[in-house]
């Protein structure tokens, strides 16, 4: 699977982001799909992530009740919706997509996803 992440940019703290990721390529409706992050000098983190049919996901704690990740099975596109953005969420974000179909829970192991878009650029200014 082909995925294209976009809506990355500069926003002033307490600000609102909102990431598209674009699939195309394979049944995009039967893959699980998350979202990572790395910032300058750190390891890619987990951000969130959710199942194929939508109705479950996870996120770190560092961004729960921040962050809301969805997806529109029709346009094959998940979101991330930030607010509240804070410097410390400055980062390249990336969206994956699993490895395998049909996974029965919502995954956040790196290692679990296969395909992987370009990465966008979120910088948050204080």
């Known amino acids: 699977v082909q995925l294209q992440a976009s809506g990355g940019g500069l926003v002033q703290a307490g600000g609102s982001l909102r990431l598209s990721c674009a699939a195309s390529g394979r049944t995009f409706s039967s893959y699980s799909m998350g979202w990572f992050r790395q910032a300058p000098g750190k390891e890619r983190e987990f951000v969130a992530a959710i199942s194929w049919t939508g109705g479950s996901t996870d996120y770190a704690g560092s961004v729960k009740g921040r962050f809301t990740i969805s997806r529109d099975n029709v346009k094959n596109t998940v979101y991330l919706q930030m607010n509240s953005l804070k410097p410390e969420d400055t980062a390249v974000y990336y969206c994956?997509?699993?490895?395998?179909?049909?996974?029965?829970?919502?995954?956040?192991?790196?290692?679990?996803?296969?395909?992987w878009g370009q990465g966008t650029q979120v910088t948050v200014s204080s």
């Open positions: 994956a997509a699993d490895k395998f179909p049909y996974r029965d829970y919502v995954p956040r192991v790196q290692a679990l996803f296969g395909s």
